[in-house]
């Protein structure tokens, strides 16, 4: 055995011999590939799932890069709620550019727009990472030691579930002050995490069965270790997508909250905030500035199902593709 | 209703409660009885096990499907979902400890250092997602307190020592990319590499096909001599039985029925039940000939009969056999302990029927 010079995949064996037949000389050794690769594979040839993915990765790279490249940062921009209503939207850059035309006055809405991408998306993504954290510990530690732990867990989370979330979230951001986006976003956590729970307990509830558990068990392992080193990663298909479908959750749920006003302050530009802003433009005949914001709601959150679609059957290990 | 085994009915001599006195005994299962509690009723799985392991030594645990030797293994391990099992009562004394007393912690440290398995299912009891070195060392850093790169190079070691070829490429694979046999032999290296004083295996070859099986069983037979660990095999099979172990404790309804010498048991039968196994192995000299099989079903277990619980079956129950239950007693002038009403005075006649048909078995006459 010495370096392997080519590697190569080969689908059936028919295409072996025919390689075979075409290079005599070759030395073959035959590998599988293992689950990572495979799910790669089945997600590069997901054509939704890739245009999905670029799509919202696209849409990332714009929240992030695009206001520094924007002629003005953030911070010249006036308060949505101040803006002065005098039948044009409120304009700042003085020349025409795609998302608006020029006016002496207050406001641009390509900067109102991908500083709005950015902030959302910064919110939702947080919103994700922190109540996926928190539903798998809790859904995890549920599933795995079962009984009376089990029960009182996942009867905190249907009491929770069981009550409107859109109006939980209004409760909490009118006790908490609603304000800041760091706010709104731990909110969002707190109320975030019930659907991952009981997916990860169901999940959890399943593996624990697995004859490598017994195995780990016997092998002195300590039950923590058990839950999120042994079995987390078997359970992490079925999460990474719940999460990725839920930071389009996040987008549509923050875009409500401050659309209705309790959400971030008014003059951060979400994409809820635009387009709450947007209302008074809108009977004037001023349709981009409602129309912009509300566009790239609706590529982000297209972006990620689709992306989210192609994950569930990339990562599903009984798919063939 | 708890009930302590009375100090005959154990036979060793040893003592009834507390540590074992003779120091060469490793493993001392004293009356354990584990039950389940579900939806219909208690199933009392193991109820009143007992035998007694030696340092280095073999101990054999044969039996049909469901007759508890499972559940006597995932006991000492205490391995059970508890509830809805139940370890009613009993003693489990290793290496001077009760196992049944320990606190988790100390659970974890006996286990995998001090106790090792191997378990039925290679398939499924890798985990899909760590290569086997990570899995193997991974006992070995908790046990052993080495380092990482010490831990794969033992790792390493071990699995070369059951005989997997080229062990530096392996420990780098999954499980996925292995074969039944190889996964076995991982988990023998598994089990090997903290130098355990006990290794339960737990029907080791049952899931693998017959000429791995053999590989499988010679490799532990030749780890176990040369570890110098004891081994507590369980399995249905009684050819493997007859080929690994020294001692053997025949199993039936939550019971021991019989336990000795395995030349003993198997050539020497004591107990209608073990007798009845060994008539129903197909064999060369009963060709052409209708299988012997031992009438009846286990008894279910939600309404165990009175008496003896293999009664029913046994073609030399009487009266007796149904009202009360034997005892497991040493045989007088034999090795073994038999639990039947056979073995004592008043039957001898019965006795005399039973010893015929055991001995024209045995040495395969047609009756």
Redesign the interface.
């Known amino acids: 055995m010495g370096e392997i010079e080519q590697a190569r995949i080969v689908e059936t064996p028919a295409d072996l011999e025919e390689l075979l037949a075409a290079h005599p000389d070759y030395d073959v050794q035959l590998e599988s590939l293992n689950q990572r690769q495979l799910a790669w594979r089945r997600f590069k040839r997901h054509r939704m799932a890739l245009i999905g993915s670029s799509l919202f990765l696209s849409m990332v790279v714009i929240g992030i890069v695009g206001p520094f490249l924007l002629p003005f940062d953030r911070s010249a921009l006036v308060p949505v709620d101040q803006i002065v209503q005098n039948g044009r939207p409120p304009m700042l850059y003085p020349y025409f550019h795609p998302f608006g035309e020029t006016q002496q006055l207050q406001y641009d809405v390509l900067t109102l727009v991908v500083n709005g991408i950015g902030l959302s998306l910064l919110i939702s993504v947080g919103a994700t990472v922190i109540s996926t954290i928190i539903g798998t510990i809790v859904g995890g530690v549920a599933g795995y030691f079962g009984g009376w732990l089990d029960t009182i867990l996942m009867r905190i989370v249907d009491a929770l579930l069981a009550m409107p979330l859109i109006y939980l979230i209004l409760v909490f951001s009118e006790f908490l002050g609603g304000g800041s986006w760091l706010t709104v976003m731990i909110i969002f956590a707190l109320l975030g995490w019930l659907q991952t729970a009981r997916l990860v307990r169901s999940v959890m509830l399943s593996l624990r069965g697995e004859d490598y558990v017994d195995a780990a068990r016997v092998a002195g392992v300590s039950e923590m270790r058990i839950i999120f080193r042994h079995l987390l990663p078997n359970a992490l298909s079925p999460i990474i997508v719940a999460a990725t479908l839920s930071i389009a959750a996040f987008i549509t749920a923050e875009a409500f909250v401050s659309f209705v006003g309790y959400g971030i302050d008014p003059a951060t530009p979400t994409l809820g905030n635009i387009l709450s802003g947007a209302q008074q433009a809108i009977g004037s005949g001023n349709w981009w500035w409602a129309v912009f914001p509300g566009v790239a709601i609706v590529l982000i959150v297209l972006g990620i199902n689709f992306m989210g679609d192609g994950l569930q059957d990339a990562l599903d290990p009984r798919a063939k593709i | 209703m708890k009930q302590k085994p009375d100090p005959t009915e154990h036979g060793t001599g040893l003592p009834v409660s507390g540590p074992p006195t003779d120091p060469d005994v490793l493993l001392d299962v004293r009356g354990l009885r584990t039950y389940f509690h579900v939806m219909d009723g208690t199933v009392r799985a193991v109820d009143g096990v007992d035998f007694s392991l030696k340092r280095g030594q073999t101990l054999g645990i044969v039996g049909e499907s469901g007759c508890g030797k499972s559940v006597t293994a995932l006991t000492i ?1 205490q ?1 059970l ?1 508890i ?1 809805p099992g139940e370890i009613v009562d009993g003693e489990i004394w290793f290496d001077g400890r009760d196992l049944l007393t320990l606190r988790p912690e100390e659970l ?6 001090d ?3 191997i ?3 290679p398939m ?7 290569t086997i070195g990570d899995q193997i060392s ?2 070995i850093i ?2 052993q307190h080495v380092g990482k790169k010490e831990a794969m190079a033992r790792a390493i070691d071990s699995l070369k020592a059951v005989g997997i070829p080229a062990p530096e490429r392996r420990v780098k694979q ?1 499980p ?2 292995m074969s039944g046999g190889i996964r076995q032999r991982v ?1 023998i290296a ?1 089990a090997l590499s903290c130098h355990p004083k006990l290794i339960i295996a737990d029907e080791p070859t049952t899931a693998l096909d017959v000429t791995i099986q053999a590989q499988i069983l010679e490799l532990i037979k030749k780890i176990q001599v040369d570890s110098g660990a004891a081994l507590l095999l369980i399995t249905h099979d009684l050819a493997v039985v007859a080929e690994t172990v020294q001692n053997v404790a025949v199993m039936y309804a939550g019971r021991v029925v019989e336990a000795g010498p395995v030349e003993d048991v198997l050539l020497r039968p004591q107990h209608p039940y073990t007798l009845g196994l060994l008539s129903s192995i197909p064999a060369l000299h009963k060709r052409g000939r209708q299988l012997d099989v031992i009438k009846g079903v286990v008894p279910n277990p939600f309404r165990m009969p009175p008496g003896c619980k293999f009664g029913p079956r046994c073609p030399y129950a009487w009266d007796k056999c149904r009202q009360s239950e034997p005892e497991l007693v040493a045989i007088p002038g034999r090795a073994v302990k038999s639990r039947c009403f056979l073995h004592e005075l008043d039957a001898a006649t019965r006795r005399a029927e039973f010893d015929r048909v055991a001995v024209a078995t045995v040495s395969g006459e047609t009756r």
């Open positions: 391990m391995l979902d509830p974890g440290r006996v286990r995998g250092a106790i090792a398995m378990f039925q299912e499924t009891s890798l985990n899909p997602v760590f991974e006992a908790l046990h999954y996925h990319e988990m598994m």
